[in-house]
């Protein structure tokens, strides 16, 4: 397997970050995950801008997008596979061990896994812990990810996929690493970006394809809603069957088997949205 770290290609085997490096001690750092299918990316720009943002809210530089471009055509087309997790991390690099930053410059790192397409429902729970949609780190794409370790974790002893949060004044907010979208009457309905939600990539799209509206809605919207689906690059749309004990239709309700219909075709008619 080889990976992309500081400007070339290396084999994963026997590539070196430093054990100083901030992504490591203090979490200081930022990733995307974009899907790879037959070594094409889907919705790159996007990702990329992203990227850009979270960087800025970090304080970090802004990346070379030039050489996170060439390190993702160098890695795919090192590693071919059908369906691939392409994770760019971006760190505050080599630094001290509290949290000031060093001055060596930041770290790019850019890796594929291998990945199988997700079933078109699944189960989630929602957990007691709360997002902040206050805090510092709000909306942006950080690898300061051992809440959703902890959260997942207790979605998986529940036999479920995902673990969805509510934020700090009980309104839903999202997943561990995905959006969730409800329907009432008809309408499709997802958690502004102001309930402390990241702003993801396929959550955007599916909003500007769907016609869904940005409403602030209570946790508990999740026992009444008439069916429930979830995003993200690599679940794309997908159905919920299960939020905790309350059983949702079967594989898809018709209005997230239409958003599911509308995203693949349109996904499919542009890899770069």
């Known amino acids: ?114 990945s199988n397409r997700r079933p078109d429902s699944t189960a989630a729970v929602t957990v007691p812990w709360t997002r902040n949609e206050r805090g510092a780190l709000t909306g942006l794409k950080t690898t300061s990810y051992a809440e959703n370790v902890v959260a997942l974790a207790r979605a998986h002893q529940h036999g479920a996929s995902e673990a969805l949060f509510a934020n700090t004044v009980g309104q839903l907010c999202e997943g561990t690493g995905s959006n969730v979208f409800v329907v009432l009457d008809g309408e499709i309905h997802t958690p502004p970006i102001t309930s402390g939600c990241l702003a993801g990539i396929t959550r955007a799209l599916t909003v500007e394809w769907t016609g869904a509206k940005e409403t602030d809605l209570p946790l508990d919207v999740l026992e009444r809603a008439d069916e429930v689906f979830l995003t993200s690059s690599l679940r794309d749309v997908q159905a919920v069957h299960l939020v905790d004990e309350r059983q949702l239709p079967g594989v898809a309700g018709p209005v997230t088997a239409k958003a599911m219909r509308v995203f693949d075709e349109r996904s499919a008619d542009d890899l770069d949205p």
Not at 32 to 57: I, P, W
Not at 70 to 86: S, T
């Open 1 to 114: 397997m080889k990976i992309w770290l500081d400007g070339g290609l290396q084999d994963s085997e026997s590539a070196r970050v430093s054990v100083f490096d901030h992504g490591l001690t203090v979490g200081d750092g930022i990733f995307e995950t974009v899907k790879a299918t037959d070594g094409k990316t889907f919705a790159l720009t996007r990702h990329l801008d992203r990227l850009t943002r979270s960087a800025r809210g970090l304080g970090l530089p802004d990346p070379d997008l030039d050489e996170v471009r060439r390190g993702c055509a160098a890695v795919l087309d090192a590693n071919p596979m059908p369906l691939g997790r392409l994770r760019i991390t971006y760190t505050g690099g080599h630094g001290p061990l509290g949290s000031d930053r060093g001055e060596h410059g930041p770290t790019l790192v850019i890796a594929l896994g291998e």
